[in-house]
């Protein structure tokens, strides 16, 4: 938690390969959903989809944000991501640079 109560979160999404994640990483950080969007290198994901077992090449997407702008971010997710089903995995972070958690909450104040 931040010195002024704000709790610092990581939201995992992916997104596909190929596909404008530089975009939406914009957006989120524009709208101060996320003080920043990291999109890792392709990955490999394997995923019972409607009975069948797919695989796919996705970007995997960490976002840092703060728990006050978690509703916002799901609602804008489901409005840009292109999936029917948009993974979204929140966790909190429980320790860190006390600086860097600072910027994060001023960066996604006002969201």
Same mark, same amino acid.
Not at 18 to 28: K, S
Not at 34 to 44: D, E, S, W
Not at 82 to 92: K, R
């Given at each position: ?14 997104? +596909?390969? @190929?596909?404008? %994640? $530089? @975009?939406?990483? $914009? ?16 990955? !490999?994901?394997?995923? $019972? ?11 995997? %997407? ?11 971010? !799901?609602?804008?997710? @489901? ?6 089903? +948009?993974? =979204?995995?929140?966790? +909190?972070?429980?320790?860190?640079? +006390?600086?860097? =958690? ?6 996604? !104040?006002?969201?």
């Amino acid at each position: 938690m931040t010195e002024d109560g704000s709790e610092a979160v990581v939201a995992w999404t992916t997104w +596909p390969a @190929g596909g404008d %994640v $530089r @975009g939406f990483a $914009r957006v989120l950080v524009e709208e101060r959903l996320a003080a920043c969007v990291t999109a890792h290198l392709p990955v !490999r994901s394997v995923y $019972r989809w409607q009975g069948a077992i797919e695989e796919d090449q996705e970007q995997l %997407v960490m976002i840092k944000t703060t728990r006050d702008c978690i509703a916002a971010l !799901r609602d804008r997710m @489901g409005k840009l991501h292109p999936a029917e089903v +948009p993974e =979204l995995v929140v966790v +909190p972070v429980v320790d860190g640079n +006390p600086a860097y =958690l600072a910027w994060v909450a001023e960066s996604t !104040r006002d969201a």
